[in-house]
């Protein structure tokens, strides 16, 4: 059903729908409680697809299987970070991974090498294992400040993560929004955002866009529609209105060219 809005507007994008293949926003839960859980899904539950328990924050949460039942019973995709999985692989303890997020009955998995140094063909293996039973989200970038990564290796990755099963890629920034695709100062890293895009599908990315300035940069780029993630629960209302031009930042960037005229 499509979203229904308090008032009628002209000239508002046209957003997608759950489940949505594009418009995708990922929120990051870093330890919210079931009633923090229940709130931001009386306020926000439309407009969220992916929940993401931040890092290995899952270990020491409180009434976890509580949780990802709130969220799945909202009709979100519900996943460990990234962080905890390396953590499982460091320790080569994968296959105890794989039980402990059946257990929990979750329908999806983060991969990434963001902490640990993995071979690259060695974290394809794992997401095309993880495919076959879960939507897999694969995570590409560094999350220590100061690492370079060529802009061709960024490729090469994404497409190699694509091919071996992984939903969608998302590019690092960490939950700061200092690295990755971004500078130290959260200011976006363009020549490299532009080499991926010409060679990798915009809806096949995730950004990771935790700050506002960051999350306004790639709407105004690449419209109403695009994936964003890292947002934080407190953000999810203000980013929807960034992407339907109803926030000073965006507001005459879906509009007709007669109505940015002064009046």
């Known amino acids: 059903m499509a979203t229904k809005y308090n008032f009628n507007l002209e000239h508002i994008p046209q957003r997608t ?7 995708l926003t990922m929120v990051m839960d870093k330890g ?4 923090q859980a229940e709130d931001l899904l009386t306020a926000g539950s439309d407009y969220i697809d992916f929940i993401k ?32 999985l390396e953590a499982f692989i460091v320790r080569d303890k994968f296959d105890d991974y794989i039980k402990c997020i059946s257990e929990l009955g979750l329908n999806c998995a983060e991969v990434s090498d963001g902490s640990i140094t993995l071979n690259h063909d060695k974290k394809c293996e794992y997401i095309q294992r993880l495919a076959k039973d879960f939507t897999v989200l694969s995570e590409v970038g560094s ?28 590019a690092e920034a960490r939950e700061s929004g200092t690295v990755g695709i971004f500078h130290k100062n959260g200011s ?28 306004v940069y790639f709407i105004k780029l690449f419209g109403a529609n695009v994936n964003l993630g890292n947002i934080s629960p407190d953000d999810v209302i203000p980013l929807e209105t960034l992407r339907l031009g109803l926030r000073g930042d965006t507001f005459f960037t ?10």
């Open 32 to 35: 919210l409680s079931t009633r």
């Open 143 to 170: 999350k220590e400040e100061g690492v370079i990564i060529h802009p061709a290796r960024w490729i090469s990755m994404m497409q190699n993560e694509l091919e071996a099963g992984a939903f969608k890629v998302i």
């Open 53 to 84: 328990l931040g890092f290995g924050t899952s270990v020491v949460s409180k009434n976890l299987k509580e949780k990802i039942k709130l969220y799945k019973d909202a009709g979100m995709k519900v996943y460990l970070g990234g962080t905890l």
């Open 17 to 23: 729908e759950r489940p949505r293949a594009t418009g």
């Open 188 to 215: 976006a890293h363009t020549i490299l955002i532009n080499r991926i895009v010409n060679k990798v599908k915009i809806e096949n990315i995730i950004w990771e866009t935790p700050q506002k300035s960051q999350q």
């Open 254 to 263: 879906f509009l007709p060219e007669a109505m940015k005229q002064e009046i």
